[in-house]
Structures are given as C-alpha cells and as structure tokens.
C-alpha cells in the first residue's frame, strides 16, 4: 500500500511540474488607424487536456489595460474569441503563423472595425512587466 501511495504522489508531482506556460505579445493596427497591444499568457489547464488563455490588451495612445476572456474553438483550433472585461467589445480573431487577423465588434454590432496584429519580440524583464500589470489589472476587475 505504502509503494501505491508513493507512485500516486510521484505521478501528481511529476504532472505538476510538466505543466507550461508560454507568453506572448501582439503588436498592430485596429481599423488600420488605432495601434494596439495584446499580451496573452498560454498555459495548460491543470484539470484537461485544454489550453487556458488570459489575455489584456491597450490602445497604444492609452495607458488602461483591458482584460480579455479568451476561448478556443474546439474544432478550429486557430480561432479564437476575446471578450473584453465588462463585455465593451469582442475580438474574433484567426491565428496563421504569428499573425491574428479579424475583427473588432461593438456590443451592439454597430461598429465592426479590422484587427491585424504581428507578435512581437519581449525580452524577459518585459515578460515580468506584463505579467505583473496583467496581475493588477485582474485585481481592479475580480476583487471582492
């Protein structure tokens, strides 16, 4: 029984640990007038076998971060949806290679403006930077 419990335990620890992140960013146009900033932060989800995504962005000219909800179509796995936080737009973007292409859409659908973004190049102290605003930014959202 004693050797059972150890093999659990190596099991749980060894998936653990073989869990990975990867974080990138985004860098283009929207309605090919506005630059935009995406950080995404990709990870495996703890409990399946899916990808989590969390996910801000900004207007270039402004300082706010706006979170993003980011779901994966689970039958084309290169589209995806972002839904900004308090449902003030939503992104429906298409990955080829290290380009989204889409679309920006108003809540109320009036406004529909083009999305073109291109990853970018982050050194590791920005990688700390973007994680730590992304964790700031969750905060003022989600706190109680």
């Known amino acids: 029984m004693k050797k059972i419990i150890l093999l659990l335990i190596i099991c749980f620890s060894f998936n653990a640990n073989a869990q990975k992140s990867a974080s990138n960013l985004y860098k283009g146009t ?5 630059p935009i900033t995406i950080y995404i932060k990709t990870e495996d989800h ?10 801000m962005y900004r207007y270039n000219k402004s300082k706010k971060w706006i979170q993003l909800d980011v ?6 796995e290169n589209e995806f949806v972002l839904v900004e936080h308090g449902f003030s737009g939503v992104m429906i973007l298409k990955k080829t290679g290290n ?27 920005e990688i700390e930077s973007y994680e730590d605003t992304m964790e700031k930014v969750n905060y003022e959202n989600n706190d109680c």
């Open 30 to 34: 929207m309605d090919g007038k506005f």
């Open 46 to 55: 703890p409990c399946t076998a899916d990808l989590m995504y969390t996910s």
């Open 71 to 76: 779901t994966q179509n689970a039958k084309k």
């Open 99 to 125: 380009t989204f292409t889409g679309l920006w859409i108003s809540p109320d659908t009036t406004k529909q403006l083009k999305v073109e973004l291109k990853e970018a190049p982050m050194t590791k102290k």
